[in-house]
């Protein structure tokens, strides 16, 4: 009896076995029509693919969006940091233009120097307050500079030296305030008339050449003014500027001369410190 019903079940089991393989093997025949219940099984599981796949898209989308934003962003900043650092090679590049170009015409100006020995420099120091009156200089005691010692850059003059230390050195220009600073200098003419550079206007930003005699009628606009070397601490022929225009005093006994500098004494880094070489017994002649 058990042997019957264990004959029974697997009678069974190989029946069941056949119709399923027959079913599976009907279900993938080419067939141009399809069984309800398989229709309605594609449907469900097309539809349920369909809810996930369009969120998946979505997400897929997103992020890729969001990654090329991130890529974005980086080769923004990578190209920021290129334009700034182009910005930083041009003023550096300007920068070097501007001091080859000093340092040209210094060396250019060095050939003109036969009174006095040319001492090379740079400003280091300058103060805000005080930025027409005052500059320091690299160069100081240990390389020969001293007190009263013209100051030129490759322009024309800016100043004299007025204090040293071993390493340092204090310019003070034409352009301050200081009363009694003058420089006994030279117009150029048919006949040269000598005098004082006593003052700089700082609204025309030029030179007064005071105390002028009324009766030099040779003096005219245009002519050179360079120094005399009468005073005995700045050598002769270092180059100043040129007459601007002339006025008369208040009592119109004498004349003022405005002297426009050929130097500027705003924006500069590179002079020269001149000593002059055969110093006359007038050495203060000048303040």
Avoid: C
Avoid at 5 to 20: A, C, E, H, T, V
Avoid at 95 to 106: F, G, M
């Amino acid at each position: 009896m058990p042997n019957f019903f264990l004959n029974k079940r697997l009678i069974i089991l190989l029946i069941g076995i056949i119709i399923l393989v027959s079913l599976i093997g009907f279900s993938l025949r080419d067939r141009e029509n399809i069984s309800r219940p398989e229709q309605f099984v594609k449907d469900i599981v097309g539809f349920g693919q369909s809810l996930v796949a369009k969120p998946a898209h979505k997400f897929a989308a997103f992020f890729e969006n969001i990654d090329g934003l991130q890529n974005t962003y980086t080769e923004n900043k990578k190209l920021k940091a290129r334009l700034e650092g182009l910005a930083k090679l041009e003023k550096e590049i300007a920068d070097l233009k501007k001091d080859n170009h000093e340092l040209r015409e210094t060396l250019d100006k060095k050939e003109d120097l036969r009174e006095f020995t040319p001492i090379q420099a740079t400003v280091i120091g300058r103060t805000p307050d005080r930025w027409y009156e005052q500059v320091i200089i690299d160069k100081g005691k240990k390389s020969g500079i001293k007190p009263d010692m013209a100051v030129i850059t490759a322009k024309g003059l800016i100043g004299k030296v007025v204090s040293t230390s071993e390493m340092t050195s204090t310019i003070e220009l034409l352009s301050s305030d200081n009363a009694r600073y003058r420089v006994a200098a030279e117009i150029q003419g048919k006949k040269s008339v000598y005098g004082l550079i006593d003052g700089y206007d700082k609204e025309k930003k030029m030179l007064l050449m005071k105390d002028l005699p009324i009766d030099q009628k040779t003096l005219k606009p245009g002519q050179n003014v360079v120094t005399s070397g009468l005073g005995g601490i700045f050598p002769k022929g270092l180059d100043i500027g040129k007459v601007e225009e002339l006025t008369l005093d208040q009592f119109g006994l004498t004349q003022t001369a405005y002297v426009k500098p050929s130097a500027d004494f705003y924006d500069f880094e590179h002079l020269m410190v001149v000593a002059r070489s055969m110093p006359s017994a007038e050495d203060k002649g000048e303040e």
